[in-house]
């Protein structure tokens, strides 16, 4: 069982959708969540951290229920410039501050 | 913000050459440096950790004698792929840790492509 699994994609949306991305992880000494964004060729980019108590950035909401051990992203009103790979990361302390990312799921969002 | 370089950002050689990948942080001094392998379609996968001043530590699967990697200064990271044989054509990411807080302080450089041929 891969560490942190995400929504298989391809996602395609038209413009102004909501779409959601899920995300499980298997360890549960894991202790901060990460939603990054990844464009074409590039680095990952760092789209927001994740907290129990939910947590929102404009157009964009991620939560975590650690008793589940799951993690999502939903994005409203979306944008063709949101048509990127969507990657979910864990951090484990216990190993050294380690990132442990999901496979990613990509959305592409058509006018 | 904090900024970590690589340079080359592409290379291309041939089968049985060595390369090596640059990683900088430019702003602020990196006590950790990472190094991740992206294949087409898949996750990041760390290779290895590294701190400044002493050995590596790589992950289960990852040759440390053929993914050599140095850490000599707080600023610079080096990864040398040697003996590249095709498979080892991939998007290598250095990621740098030890700067302002975010995302736990690390920071990933642009990338490095590699196709051997």
């Known amino acids: 069982r891969k560490e942190v699994e995400q929504d298989p994609g391809p996602f395609n949306v038209p413009e102004g959708a909501t779409v959601a991305f899920n995300c499980t992880y298997s360890n549960s000494a894991s202790q901060s969540f990460f939603w990054y964004r990844q464009d074409c060729r590039k680095e990952p980019k760092l789209l927001m951290s994740?907290?129990?108590s939910g947590n929102e950035d404009g157009r964009f909401t991620a939560q975590l229920n650690r008793a589940s051990q799951y993690i999502s992203l939903l994005i409203r009103d979306s944008k063709l410039s949101d048509s990127a790979t969507y990657l979910c990361v864990v951090k484990l302390y216990n190993q050294g501050g380690k990132l442990i990312f999901g496979q990613g799921t990509e959305l592409s969002v058509k006018p | 913000g904090a900024v970590v370089s690589q340079h080359p950002s592409w290379v291309i050689c041939k089968s049985g050459t060595s390369v090596k990948i640059e990683c900088r942080s430019l702003?602020?001094?990196?006590?950790?440096m990472f190094w991740y392998r992206q294949f087409p379609k898949q996750s990041l996968m760390l290779m290895a950790t590294?701190?400044?001043?002493?050995?590596?530590?790589?992950e289960q699967g990852v040759e440390k004698d053929k993914f050599l990697i140095n850490h000599a200064s707080l600023t610079l990271s080096t990864l040398t792929v040697t003996s590249a044989h095709p498979e080892d054509s991939s998007f290598y990411i250095c990621?740098?840790?030890?700067?302002?807080?975010?995302?736990?302080?690390?920071?990933f450089g642009p990338g490095t492509r590699l196709t051997v041929t």
């Open positions: 702003d602020f001094q990196a006590t950790t």
């Open positions: 990621s740098a840790r030890g700067g302002p807080s975010s995302a736990g302080g690390q920071y």
């Open positions: 590294s701190n400044e001043g002493s050995k590596a530590t790589y």
């Open positions: 994740v907290y129990s």
